[in-house]
């Protein structure tokens, strides 16, 4: 997959492009991942697809990793911008960069989130129950998680 230009942002999935601290200084602005000690960031990172947002001086501002059986399933974690660069438009930008990686993104996706909802319905997710959406390709359902049918 190919970086992409998006303004004076690169959005990147190369692995050399994401610094341990800088990854654990992002997750350390949430209220899901604030506690993670290096070692837990290390092996999730290892263990998954990444992708991130650079700024024009190479300075990692947004990322997030996928999980993926690479055949019928994939869930989005982790996704955080630095504060200073929220309300440009720079998630919703990297979550589509990521799902339009068809060698990870293949089937339903998953994801849970207590905020951002909106942002992933832009993208095709729906909700089911109190924070759980999903991404189904092969079916639509209204929020609330009815069947359209």
Request: proline share 2%; net charge positive; glycine share 10%.
């Amino acid at each position: 997959m190919k970086d992409q230009q998006f303004g004076e942002y690169t959005l990147t999935n190369k692995r050399r492009r994401f610094r341990l601290q800088q990854v654990t200084g992002l997750l350390q602005l949430t209220y899901w991942a604030k506690d993670r000690d290096l070692p837990t960031v290390r092996l999730s990172m290892r263990n998954a697809s990444l992708y991130g947002v650079l700024n024009a001086q190479g300075k990692l501002v947004g990322f997030m990793r996928i999980i993926t059986d690479h055949a019928t399933m994939y869930y989005l974690a982790d996704v955080v911008v630095a504060e200073s660069e929220r309300g440009k438009g720079l998630g919703l930008a990297m979550v589509r960069f990521a799902l339009s990686d068809a060698k990870v993104c293949r089937g339903k996706g998953l994801l849970l989130t207590q905020t951002a909802a909106g942002l992933y319905e832009k993208v095709g997710f729906y909700k089911v129950g109190e924070r759980l959406m999903i991404r189904d390709p092969l079916t639509r359902y209204p929020t609330g998680g009815q069947s359209a049918r």
